[in-house]
Structures are given as structure tokens and as C-alpha cells.
């Protein structure tokens, strides 16, 4: 796997096919799907996401941000679209109350950007929220929502052209996904090796976090993907047009469920 840092870049990389498949950056592929960009999505990881919008420890409610810097990504992303619902939601227009600075490093980034003073606050997911917290920082709020995570990308070429392909690699995936429900202690030592931390609490809140919101199907509900599409009308209205069933091919995920595959894995 290549990590690709923020939906602005990881979107481009799968349009110009220097990657076959492309995982979270829910918000800018629809975005590129809504510019007509033939981006099409398979499955999503989880139905639920949750973060925590963390500040500065002067700030003592959501109301205290008016005038100040909050941080997000380089591009509209998931946290975006969650501190702007956040903001309206307790009074505050997040076009003139606040100013967004867009800041690189994903999520590591803005951690770093909110400890050194430059942004108020920014809003991050486990484990980096629990680890912010130890090192100081307020959880101002915690955000739990129905709406995709870690969504399943691909072309349409590839989708056509290579099926087999897109089934294995789905395939897969969801053996992933068992071996991690499966396998806590391993699992563990993995994340460990890919945060690059020592942190067994915080890695041990983020397999928490992770593993009750997994979808072994990896089915996207409704329910996600309307308020996920309602967050993404907010900038753009043409989303509030759209489904569940646009810009959705969950055949192949189908066809993988009636094969009886994952039945099988999770009798082993």
C-alpha cells in the first residue's frame, strides 16, 4: 500500500491510475464524482466514524472559536466537513466565524500545528485525539456520526476491464478485516509498526474504536451515505440531488457475499 496524504493528492493518483484502488478520501471522491469524474465506489470499511475536536486548553466551548484558526487538511476532507457541521450546530457560520488553514502532514500535521500554538483547534480521529489529550490539549467535543469510513475506490475502467481482479483484491480485504477481529495481539504490533509509536494505550483505543465499527460485508447503509451526502451539499448543492444509489457499484461486493466467501471465513 502507498500512503497518499489527504484526498487533494490521493484523488489524482487513482484518476491517473498510479494507484488501482483508493481508500478513504471519502469527500473528495465525491467531489471528482460530482465533477463527472468516473470514480466509482465498491464498499466502505465502517458505517460510523468517530473524532474529537480538540483546542487549545483556553477554549472553553465550541462558541469560543468565533474569530479564531482551526485546522483541516489540504482540501475539504471528512474533518472538514465535521468541524463545519460542528460549528453550525452550536451558532457559528464556519465561511466568516472562523478561519480554515489548510495544513499538510495529515493528521500528525495539524497535532503538530495545534501543539505549537499556530491553529485554536482541529478536529482528529483515534488515536491521534486520545495521545493530543495525554500531551495537554482539550477534547472539547467528541463526534460520532453515520457516514462512511475508509471507503473502497476504484475506476470504472478497471471496474470493467479487470473484475476478477476487483474481486480479489476485495476478497482480500475482507480477510483483513477478519484477521484483525480475530487477532487482537498481532494486530496491535502491526498498528504499532504503522504509527510509529510506543503508545500501547493509545493503539489499544484505536483497535477499540476500529474493531466495533468494522463492516465484515463491507455494505455502505443508507444512513451513511445520505448524511454524508447532506455534509458535502453544504459546499456543494448538487450532492443533495444524489442516493445511496449513485455512484455506488456494490455488485461485486454482492456477488462475493452470495459466493458464500464470507460466511466460510468467519466459521473457521
Known amino acids: 500500500p502507498i500512503l497518499v496524504s489527504g484526498g487533494a493528492r490521493a484523488v489524482p493518483a487513482l484518476i491517473g491510475q498510479s494507484v488501482q484502488f483508493l481508500f478513504g478520501s471519502d469527500t473528495g471522491v465525491t467531489t471528482a464524482q460530482l465533477q463527472g469524474i468516473p470514480v466509482v465506489r465498491l464498499g466502505v470499511t465502517m458505517n460510523t466514524l468517530g473524532s474529537s475536536l480538540l483546542t487549545q486548553p483556553s477554549v472553553q466551548s465550541v462558541q469560543d472559536l468565533k474569530g479564531k484558526i482551526l485546522g483541516i487538511s489540504r482540501g475539504r476532507d471528512a474533518s472538514y466537513i465535521r468541524l463545519a457541521k460542528l460549528l453550525r450546530d ?6 466568516k466565524d472562523v478561519k480554515f488553514l489548510s495544513i499538510g502532514g495529515g493528521e500528525g500535521g495539524r497535532l503538530s500545528a495545534l501543539k505549537a500554538g499556530v491553529i485554536h483547534g482541529t478536529m482528529l480521529f483515534p488515536p491521534l485525539d486520545l495521545i493530543g489529550r495525554n500531551e495537554g490539549l482539550k477534547v472539547l467535543q467528541k463526534f460520532d456520526v453515520p457516514t462512511p469510513g475508509g471507503g473502497i475506490n476504484t475506476t470504472a475502467a478497471l471496474l470493467n476491464q479487470g ?7 476485495l476478497k482480500g480485504y475482507i480477510e483483513g478485516i477478519h484477521y484483525m477481529n480475530r487477532n487482537k495481539d498481532d494486530s496491535l504490533k502491526i498498528l504499532q509498526r504503522y504509527f510509529q509509536t510506543s503508545d500501547m494505550t493509545a493503539l489499544d483505543y484505536l483497535y477499540d474504536e476500529t474493531t466495533r465499527r468494522l463492516e465484515k460485508e463491507l455494505r455502505a447503509s443508507p444512513e451513511s451515505i445520505r448524511f454524508h451526502l447532506d455534509m458535502a451539499a453544504l459546499d456543494d448543492p448538487r450532492a443533495a440531488k444524489f442516493s445511496e444509489k449513485d455512484f455506488w457499484d456494490s455488485s461485486v461486493v454482492e456477488e462475493i457475499r452470495r459466493s458464500g466467501f ?7
Do not use: S, T, W
Open 163 to 169: 473484475r476478477p481482479l476487483v474481486i480479489n483484491f
Open 262 to 268: 464470507i460466511d466460510q471465513l468467519y466459521k473457521k
Open 90 to 95: 452550536n451558532g457559528l457560520n464556519p465561511n
